[in-house]
């Protein structure tokens, strides 16, 4: 590698850049390179570092002249992402060309060092000329330092006016950590907590998306960075207010450590946990296009933002009745400012809103076959979430909760077996034709319901007898009107 002029550095590659990827992306790149043209960004650091790449980031110096109609002609989903420079995102087979549109002028590369310059971090900061798609030689543009950064493993904002035009940048440098294992350097880092105030600014929906690829991967140590410089408690005022709060003496912690320790210990079970837990791959499964991991996390870090609102103080005793339900509430409002679905705001909600549910059928001596299956029916597929929720809020609670953890682990792994292998219900009570002579119906569809019914209720152990049956069926179809 020799320098050329500053910013310019030959670099021989290790594969030619289209290699990594489509099959059609050289017919297309060919096309591109009789435009002004520059492949930039998160394609060129991800190719350097020899990760598989998804998107490629092109640069036009120039008009569009004919490139939109090109794209269109083979049939590519055309969005576009900004009006003011303009960016264009084009997305095919789940490929994505984002084109950068900047005016041609007598300086071209003044306006690529520019764009460059202003990118985010400078490992996204690097360029190369569209004409050398094809070649193993290529001169790398790198006005940042972006290369020796890269190979350092490290993330760094080239101006902090960078940060602050773009307030998601904010939120990006961790998304970067978390998909790279690179360092956000110190400057960096103390850019990004002076103006932690400004993701206030950015888009609820941008984020949701940030955060939901951070949770989605290995994510306390970076979750505690966010707390640590603030961030975390901008995008979630709720979180914060549990800070410095007394929580008695069955807590080592404040409520907002105790969120955290809750994330962390999750994390740390997720891979003991015996599949048998849940229905699908857990680590696999979506809901609404993200993973139900995050949504999981999410809830361990959210699931006591109901004490504060809860707190009470009697004979200096400290208590918070009722803040499961509460905090279900209030992760239904926070779900709805991060945009998130129906669906994904009703599975925070149960699991917050049952989060001590699991340990009070724990504290109790022997707990019916009644109390399991109402447990398994109301919590249906996210039975497993909420046994791993309790079980990493109680190994946060102190440091000796681990003597109980063992105690807990069972009661969890017996309930999941009872889901799994429920006890054969004895013979119902009444069968079809005493139903339909009871209430002198015919065969069909009503009888089936009937039978439905009362083998609901024998099954939670409310009717036992052939007496109780007929009067919890009669009383039933009065109740109802049936």
């Known amino acids: 590698m020799e320098n050329s002029q500053p910013g310019f550095l030959k670099v021989n590659l290790k594969r030619k850049i289209y290699q990594s990827l489509p099959e059609n992306s050289r017919e297309i790149l060919k096309f591109l390179t009789g435009k002004e043209t520059y492949i930039v960004g998160g394609c060129l650091r991800d190719h350097l570092l020899e990760r598989p790449i998804k998107d490629i980031d092109i640069l036009v110096i120039g008009s569009e002249n004919g490139i939109d109609n090109y794209f269109l002609e083979k049939e590519f989903t055309r969005i576009m992402l900004s009006q003011k420079e303009p960016i264009v995102r084009y997305l095919k087979q789940g490929f994505t060309y984002d084109l950068t549109f900047c005016k041609n002028n007598n300086e071209n590369k003044t306006i690529l060092i520019d764009n460059l310059k202003h ?24 006005p940042t330092g972006g290369l020796s950064d890269l190979k350092a493993g490290r993330i760094r904002c080239f101006n902090p006016e960078n940060i602050a035009s773009d307030p998601l940048r904010l939120l990006r440098a ?6 790279l294992k690179f360092e956000i350097d110190t400057y960096t880092l103390e850019q990004i907590k002076a103006n932690s105030s400004l993701i206030k600014r950015a888009s609820f929906e941008r984020i949701r998306d940030e955060l939901s690829f951070i949770m989605g991967e290995e994510s306390y140590a970076t979750i505690k960075q966010l707390s640590d410089i603030g961030l975390l408690d901008m995008i979630f005022p709720e979180f914060s207010l549990g800070r410095g709060m007394y929580q008695g003496p069955y807590h080592d912690t404040d409520v907002a450590t105790h969120s955290l320790h809750t994330l962390r210990e999750l994390e740390k079970l997720l891979p003991t946990i015996d599949p048998n837990w849940f229905i699908n791959d857990i680590n696999q499964k979506m809901i609404s296009g993200r993973k139900y991991i995050f949504l999981l996390k999410l809830s361990a870090l ?31 409002k926070i779900a709805l400012r991060l945009k998130l679905s129906k669906k994904e705001s009703q599975i925070l909600k ?106 609901k209720a024998q099954e939670e152990g409310v009717v036992k007898s052939k007496k109780q049956a007929k009067d919890y069926l009669i009383r039933y179809i009065k109740e109802n009107n049936e």
């Open 350 to 455: 149960k699991l917050i809103d049952n989060h001590l549910r699991v340990g009070c059928l724990t504290d109790l001596q022997l707990v019916s076959d009644k109390a399991k299956r109402r447990l398994i029916v109301s919590l249906g597929d996210d039975l497993g979430g909420a046994l791993l929720l309790f079980l990493a809020d109680a190994l946060a609670t102190r440091s000796d909760a681990k003597e109980r953890y063992l105690t807990y682990l069972k009661f969890c792994q017996d309930l999941i077996k009872f889901k799994n292998n429920p006890p054969q219900l004895r013979k119902l009570l009444l069968n079809g034709n005493e139903i339909m002579s009871m209430f002198s119906l015919k065969p069909g569809r009503k009888v089936g319901y009937l039978t439905t019914i009362l083998k």
């Open 119 to 142: 990118r985010d971090f400078t490992i996204n900061s690097l360029a190369i000329s569209l004409t050398e798609f094809n070649s193993q030689e290529v001169t790398l543009i790198d």
């Open 302 to 332: 959210l699931h006591d933002i109901g004490k504060p609102p809860c707190v009470s103080y009697q004979e200096g005793k400290v208590s918070f009745t009722g803040h499961d339900k509460v905090g279900g509430e209030l992760v239904v």
């Open 174 to 179: 961790f998304r970067l950590q978390c998909l």
